[in-house]
């Protein structure tokens, strides 16, 4: 056996030479989506600011040239993460609400769906998605953003509007209702979050649908 043929030690050089051989048959797109999937646990666990471009290539087993040459930056890559799991978390809400059989339903799952002992890795996904809005000055950033917080908006209006043309509720300001149900839920987050004071997922959905009962008054049968 010559030197060329024997297994380098460890048996780490061909494993990362297929892998390297693998990475460049992918689309741009899919090596891409790698990379960012592999960013937004990193940030959940560490935070935004914390999150550098070797911890990335580390998490989704590629170079650090891989990484910089599909992203203009480490902020691109984080940017991109964020944006990609609020995605994911609120078209699964939006599904959910849209198989109910009434508002008053597709708002109850709504709230237990913001509130489970599994989404507090989303809330701070959400709370650095704000942070890095104030800090950055990437405009398309920040067109994005506002963008996602319209949508979110426009859904939680939604389900009260078609409350109340259903006959389910009344209902005077659905703009109001739904300035302050969005404000309402980032405040319980944030006090879930933090427990400062303590406050359970029973507990952030309870207020929550005091609210909701308070707001959209149901109608009585005729």
């Not at 024997?6 to 460049?24: I, K, L, M, N, S």
């Not at 953003?145 to 509720?169: M, N, T």
């Amino acid at each position: 056996m010559t030197a060329a043929d024997q297994p380098p030690q460890g048996g780490r050089g061909p494993r990362r030479a297929v892998a390297a051989a693998e990475r460049t048959r992918q689309p741009t797109e899919v090596r891409r989506r790698l990379i960012v999937d592999a960013a937004v646990p990193l940030i959940a666990e560490r935070g935004y600011a914390s999150v550098g471009v070797r911890d990335v290539a580390a998490a989704a087993g590629v170079s650090v040239g891989t990484v910089t040459y599909h992203f203009g930056s480490v902020q691109e890559v984080l940017s991109e993460a964020m944006v990609l799991h609020i995605e994911r978390y609120y078209t699964a809400l939006s599904e959910a609400a849209e198989h109910a059989t009434t508002a008053a339903e597709a708002l109850r799952l709504l709230v237990d769906a913001l509130f489970t002992e599994d989404t507090d890795r989303h809330w701070r996904m959400w709370f650095e998605y704000w942070h890095a809005g104030e800090q950055g000055t990437d405009e398309a950033f920040a067109r994005g953003q506002a963008d996602r917080y319209a949508a979110w908006h426009r859904q939680i209006r939604a389900l009260a509007e078609r409350g109340v043309g259903d006959g389910e509720f009344s209902c005077d300001d659905l703009d109001g209702f739904t300035t302050r149900f969005a404000a309402l839920a980032d405040g319980l987050a944030l006090q879930r979050l933090r427990q400062a004071p303590p406050l359970t997922t029973q507990e952030a959905r309870h207020h929550l649908n005091r609210f909701i009962e308070r707001e959209l008054t149901p109608r009585s049968p005729l």
